[in-house]
Each structure stands twice: as structure tokens, then as C-alpha cells.
């Protein structure tokens, strides 16, 4: 399993929490298991960043994986950019782990973010969706909690599903929206600042993986999801980890009004 270019020098290596090697095959750092079951194989190797008019980069080179992440652990706040994150990430002191664009390498530049007059706005959401099957298609109805932070925000780029339609979005914050690729533009009435709720609704072709709708580069924090289907369906959730099942008592109140309409 090749896991870095050969170019860096690991300075440790462990695998599911223990002492590891890394085997060079073919250009590559490789990690090879003893026997099949899953592995977490962690590596720390140094980089010495390039410097151009301030702006610090490095990159090396990775295989292609499904889910990719990236965890940073600062002393100082950053400005940071990557053609495998969604949008420019801004750092705060501490650590923080942010969803990466799967892809074949990996390449960061960081800086100084902007003053904070001129701060851009950061979303956090808690989806709570309700899922209906309907033959071929899937009707689905979300409350999108969304709280907006370091500064305020005049319009959010919804994230939906390809092949989406009938789209709806309220709010008492929105003053239009208009659909965009896969998703769609909402310009809030004025600047929007703390929280606010996004009712949204469409429909979506029915492929097995329930799509929870978001807003681009928001960070996801909990929620909830009840689906209606037929006992032999089978579902997926997709992008969303930690779920688990509860009973019917424990569902949020909003999803229940939602299954109710």
C-alpha cells in the first residue's frame, strides 16, 4: 500500500498506535500488512516551507484516496489555501481537522489572514433531514441550523445533490435564491450575523446514498435524520460519520413536524 513519495525522510512511523516501517517500493514510502483487518498508519516527516513575498508553501505527493483530511496545530492564526480545499481555511489557535478534495498530492500555502475588518464569513451547520422514497425519487425536506461567525455574511452557496429539482429555500433571512451547478445561491436580507435557520426542500433521483444538503465549506456539528422507505431498501449515508440509530421518541421536533407534512 503506497502512502508517500520516497523524496521525504520519516522521522517516526506507527501503526495502530505502535512502533511501524515503511518499505520502499518503486518511488514510494509503502506500508505492508502482515494480515487483512484495518490499519491507521501515522507518519511525521519535516518539510522546510518555500517563501515568496510572505506566503509560506510545501507540498509532497500522495496516492489517490477516498477521504482525505487534514489536521492543523497552530500557536497563531493562519490564512491557508490548497487546490484540495473547498474555499481558503482560516486557522484559529489550536487544532482543527478540515475535509479535503481527494486527489493525488498535497500542497499548502499559509499567511497572515486579512485584518479583521475585512474577515470573510465562516458557516457551522446542524442538518436536520427528513428522507421519502417515492419510487425513482427521493423527496427530501432539511432545517439547516446555521450560525454564522468572524464576520457576517450577505449570501451562503447551498450544497445539493446532482440531478436535483423543485428546489425551495425560506427563512426569515432570505430574500431570494437561485439555483447553481450542484446547489444553489441564497442572498440574505442584509448582513447576517449568529445564528439562522434554512428551511430546504427538492427532489433528487433515488440512488441509495441519502445526500445531506449543507452549505459550501460550512462545518458540520450533529444532527438529525429520519427517512421513510421501503422495509427492502437499502440506504447509505453519505458524507456524514458518527451517525447511529435512535428510537422514535428521541427525534428532534422540527424533523417530526417535517414527517408530518
Not at 39 to 61: C, H, M, N, Q, W
Not at 85 to 92: F, G, N, V
Not at 135 to 147: F, I, K, P
Amino acid at each position: 500500500m503506497p502512502l508517500l513519495r520516497d523524496q521525504v525522510s520519516p522521522e517516526r512511523v506507527t501503526v495502530n498506535g505502535k512502533p511501524g516501517d515503511l518499505t520502499p517500493i518503486g518511488g514510494w514510502l509503502s506500508f505492508l500488512p502482515g494480515e487483512p483487518g484495518p490499519y491507521t498508519v501515522e507518519i511525521d516527516f519535516s518539510l522546510k516551507p518555500a517563501i515568496l513575498k510572505g506566503i509560506r508553501s510545501v507540498s509532497f505527493t500522495t496516492p489517490l484516496s477516498a477521504v482525505n483530511r487534514a489536521r492543523f496545530l497552530s500557536d497563531e492564526r493562519w490564512m491557508v489555501t490548497s487546490g484540495r480545499l473547498t474555499e481558503p481555511y482560516e486557522t484559529e489557535v489550536g487544532e482543527q481537522t478540515v475535509g479535503l478534495i481527494p486527489g493525488t498530492g498535497l500542497q499548502f500555502a499559509w499567511e497572515e489572514p486579512p485584518p479583521e475588518g475585512e474577515r470573510a464569513p465562516r458557516f457551522t451547520v446542524r442538518p436536520e433531514v427528513f428522507y421519502l422514497f417515492e419510487g425513482s425519487d427521493l423527496q427530501v425536506a432539511a432545517r439547516l441550523v446555521t450560525t454564522v461567525y468572524r464576520g457576517p455574511a450577505r449570501r451562503a452557496e447551498l450544497v445539493l445533490p446532482p440531478g436535483f429539482s423543485r428546489l425551495e429555500v425560506k427563512g426569515v433571512r432570505v430574500k431570494r435564491f437561485e439555483p447553481a451547478g450542484n446547489g444553489a445561491i441564497v442572498e440574505f436580507r442584509g448582513k447576517v450575523e449568529g445564528k439562522t435557520v434554512l428551511s430546504v426542500s427538492f427532489t433528487c433521483p433515488a440512488r441509495g446514498v441519502l445526500p445531506v444538503p449543507s452549505i459550501r465549506g460550512a462545518r458540520m456539528e450533529g444532527g438529525a435524520m429520519a427517512v421513510s422507505c421501503p422495509p427492502d431498501e437499502d440506504i447509505l449515508v453519505g458524507e456524514v460519520s458518527g451517525a447511529e440509530q435512535t428510537s422514535l421518541l428521541e427525534i428532534p421536533a422540527a424533523v417530526k413536524a417535517m414527517m408530518r407534512e
